[in-house]
């Protein structure tokens, strides 16, 4: 891993490579399976489950309906309460307006909370660019950071490393970025936490600028909610002096009722806990407490183009709980840098090409990601059909068809590749339309059965490299029902 | 009651027997299926590669095909749940593109009436017990989208609970897919193929001679998976366990 997910191949090819490696494989299997089960019990407690989740896909959808003026009203709450309002159309520009808010501080290092948001744009590498470091400070970030490797889940960045790699990360790299691991650390949880609880602190004390992302932001007063783990979001968001935060414009809710049914879908699809530890609320600046200077970087950077498109939609509904990524069987085996961006796994592979398109090769694969067994759409505490969505992506990427791109109404043209499929798919639906050519194939089939290979070439070598093909029967069901009317049981 | 048998296209050139077992089960029950010889394909392997064009011809003919009964019985989940929720989707589509309500009501016209076999027994005749009898021991895998999809429950189960002689074992792991997935089983072959191994080395262990499916498309990759990997565990469909009696075993 470089840190950068740019000419990544497309999933086919990652996900192949990742599948084959067994430390990573079982690394993924066990905490993939220990967090579904949880999950499973703490959302089995509640009786009126199903009533909460269709709440929260019905309080979102109704928001992003009226997103314009939510998003409106949260900017003039906002600026009430003393903060500053940034609106960005995409990674770039929100990238230029964070590193020119670092910049006129005079500091040259940040400290950051764990933000899906930032990691979409790039932020880290935008501001190492301008001279500026910026500290990760959750403990599974910082594990990501000092590996100089890539996040590969949502909510445990570091799902795919185990206790000993992360004992040889803190003992090689910690001293590059500052306090260095302890002589002798083991491999002992508390032991590495104690370690990245030392290194951490010197870098929260001494920091003058946090950067944060958003797990909501409520419209009716303009407030913040970042919901975690270890407090260090708490710190970070407490104790600079100034506060950037980076927010999707889907993360908005109308009032703090709305915001009460997302607090209690969130920590038991991720964590499986009743409640968070921690749930840090801001709005603006508060005199003699906290930062004195606020700023929030609202980011579109592809959200309206989806919101255009009335089954992709569903997505922005999302609030990044990773339950469809634990029980996926495909991220289970693939990994979660094998989806060539910050959001891996299923929402990942519908998210994804919604917003960075289906031109390049990583996200026209990404739709078909799935054997589209719909573990996701069952777990999802918003309900999002994501094999709806995968489906809709699917036709997008073959066919191409009516979608919005920064804002315009265009055609996309189907992706490269497909012509030889599209063929295939074309030819299999002619014959399908005329029993008597289904009737003849099948005969042909029959009478050649004998002569059928066990290894096929081209791409049913896909197939027969690890699965035998079937034996063609004798006779179709349809030439035996022809021959009997039916009549004849064995 | 006029019933029509979809045997599916998969089922039709590959598996025949499946739809034999549907057909000598249900007259057992007192349902003389028909088979309506215009059908074909559902069309899910176009639809969910994307080729959504593809599909309409073929849900034109189902609609066509199946006219006038009163219920169409599948013995597939996957393309029972692929009229149900996907036709609907269809028409929903091309009436939004402009071209008319004709889809709208060929899914309709289906969608209510098509059922997957244990359903069809289950929820139209009220039967659990079919008078099966089968001595072996089998393992039954809830295929995804008659799982997820139709939402069948428990209903499998009791058909097979009430299968007599059979010895029913409990597959760690059932719920999780077998990694068939249509195309993405050659578009993903890797992943696909850990997932297929994963399912065979679960059904191995429970030490059954037969796994069970209501799906034979997904008994195409895990049996394909076992044969390869030199497994003697029979992949069979849950139609010809309950056809199977001490006179005629399928
Ligand atoms: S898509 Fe649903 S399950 Fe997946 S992260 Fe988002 S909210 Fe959670």
Known sequence: MSGTYLGMPAFPEAAATATANGRLRANLTHATHTIRDKRAAAVGELTDWAALRAAGAAVKDRTLRHLDHYLTQAEEAVTAAGGTVHWAADAREANRIVTRLVRETGEREVVKVKSMATQEIGLNAALAGAGVRAYETDLAELIVQLGDDLPSHILVPAIHRNRQEIREIFTERMADWGRPAPVGLSDRPGELAEAARLHLREKFLRAKVGISGANFLVAETGTLVVVESEGNGRMCVTLPETLISVVGIEKVVPTWRDLEVYLQLLPRSSTAERMNPYTSTWTGTTDSDGPRAFHLVLLDNGRTDALADTVGRQALRCIRCSACLNVCPVYERAGGHAYGSAYPGPIGAILTP???????????????????????????????????????????????????????????????????????????????????????????????????????????????????????????????????GGREDR | MRVALFVTCINDTLYPRTGRAVVSLLRRLGVEAEFPEAQSCCGQPQFNTGYRWETEPLVRRFAAAFAGFDYVVTPSGSCAAMVRDNYPRIGAKAAAEGRGEELTRAAEAVVPRTLELTEFLVDVLGVTDVGAYYPHRVTYHPTCHGLRMLGLGTKPKRLLDAVAGLDLVELPGAQECCGFGGTFSVKNAAVSAAMGADKARHIMGTGAQAVCTVDNSCQLHIGGTLARLGSPVRPVHLAEILASTDKEQW
């Open chain 1, 354 to 484: 919604q917003l960075r398109g289906t031109t390049s090769e990583v996200d026209a694969s990404l739709p078909y990601a799935s054997s589209l067994c719909g573990a996701c759409y069952e777990v999802c505490p918003v309900a999002i059909d994501i094999p709806e969505v995968l489906v809709h992506l699917r036709e997008r990427v073959v066919q191409g068809g009516p979608a919005t791109v920064r804002g315009q109404r265009t055609r996309l043209k189907p992706a490269k590749g497909h012509a030889a499929e599209r063929a295939a798919m074309r030819a299999a639906r002619w014959a399908l339309d005329r029993p008597g050519v289904l009737r003849a194939g099948q005969r042909v089939a029959a009478r050649t059965r004998r002569l059928h290979p066990g290894r096929l070439p081209g791409p049913g070598r896909a197939w027969t490299d690890t699965r035998e093909v079937p034996a063609v029967p004798a006779e179709s069901f349809r030439d035996w029902w022809r021959r009997t």
